[in-house]
Nanobody
Framework: VQLQASGGGLVQPGGSLRHSCVAS????????VAWFRQVPGKGREGVSG????????WPADFVKGRFTISRDNAKNTVYLQMNSLKPEDTAVYYC???????????????????WGQGTQVTVSS
């Protein structure tokens, strides 16, 4: 049972990146999935989440209109498209899966039991 995340990197302000989170050993379609981010000295904060039932999504206020979460169940993958990136988006990003369907809204890290490795996103000119 594993989540493999990819897609981090260095990008200039205003640029874009796309994260992928691929599941192996279980059907990701049966789980709510969220992306979190963390900066040194702070806890993980929810960025966006997607439902297992109907692909409803929840974005944090600070990414509304810029980030889009989506899922491709045939590929057992969830994506996070990040556009109009700002320096304050610099962080380590994590994907995580939860068996609790409602956990994608205002995601709480304590409700997620499957985590991908973090990927660094640096937004800098």
């Amino acid at each position: 049972v594993q989540l493999q995340a990819s897609g981090g990197g260095l990008v200039q302000p205003g640029g874009s990146l796309r994260h992928s989170c691929v599941a192996s050993g279980f059907k990701l379609a049966e789980y709510a999935v969220a992306w979190f981010r963390q900066v040194p000295g702070k806890g993980r904060e929810g960025v966006s989440g997607i439902s297992d039932r109907d692909a409803s999504t929840w974005p944090a206020d600070f990414v509304k209109g810029r980030f889009t979460i989506s899922r491709d169940n045939a590929k057992n993958t969830v994506y996070l498209q990040m556009n109009s990136l700002k320096p304050e988006d610099t962080a380590v990003y994590y994907c995580a899966a939860s068996y609790y369907s409602g956990s994608y809204i205002y995601p709480n890290p304590a409700e997620f039991n499957n985590w991908g490795q973090g990927t660094q996103v640096t937004v800098s000119s």
